[in-house]
């Protein structure tokens, strides 16, 4: 369907009203979204085993902002890594990857592209701790208490599985998340993950 929406909007594109134009746009988006939910409903139903290998963290967490930066509008937001030297862990670059990518999109979703986020990393006997803020509209304590659940959403546009698929990811990677939220004051995910330094 997404193919056939792109054919016939580059050939109707010299002869279609704004209006038809409109409507293909909206199927290109829709289909897209579809793609995007059965590729979240896959990744949850796989549970794969990660493919360790040595990882540089710090480049991964600016790579993952770097790709979710592609998508949305990132102009107002004011990103930082606060990390002393080098982190290396045995992890799957991929998995670990879309962990940050979900937190960083829920981030600039909830401080509407205009904020501070913030990523920490600490490595401390043997475990990394990382810590991703932002300063966004924050949660309820009813909504922290389900946000890992899958299928919970508040967003109108959500599936539900985002931070699902991030809780099983840290989980098999032998680690754990957690969260820390204030209504009107921001959010602060906690990451546990086994590690060495670099």
Request: aromatic residues 6%; proline residues 3%; charged residues 25%.
């Amino acid at each position: 369907i997404n193919i056939s929406a792109q054919v016939l909007k580059k050939q109707m594109s010299a002869t279609a009203s704004r209006k038809e134009m409109e409507t293909l746009d909206d199927i290109i988006g829709q289909t897209l979204r579809v793609r995007g939910i059965v590729g979240d409903l896959l990744e949850f139903a796989r549970e794969r085993e990660p493919q360790l290998r040595e990882t540089d963290l710090v480049s991964l967490v600016g790579s993952a902002y770097d790709q979710a930066s592609r998508t949305m509008d990132t102009d107002g937001i004011d990103f930082a890594v606060d990390c002393e030297g080098e982190v290396r862990l045995s992890a799957d670059p991929n998995q670990l990857e879309r962990v940050f990518i979900n937190l960083f999109a829920n981030a600039i979703v909830a401080m509407k592209g205009k904020g501070a986020l913030v990523v920490k990393i600490e490595h401390n006997s043997g475990m990394v701790n990382i810590w991703v803020s932002d300063k966004g509209k924050g949660m309820s304590p009813e909504d922290q208490e389900k946000i890992f659940d899958p299928f919970f959403t508040n967003r109108e546009k959500g599936t539900g599985l985002g931070l699902a698929i991030v809780m099983n990811i840290i989980r098999q990677h032998g680690g754990d998340i957690s969260v820390v939220s204030e209504e009107g004051m921001g959010t602060v995910f906690e990451i546990h993950l086994p590690g060495e330094a670099g």
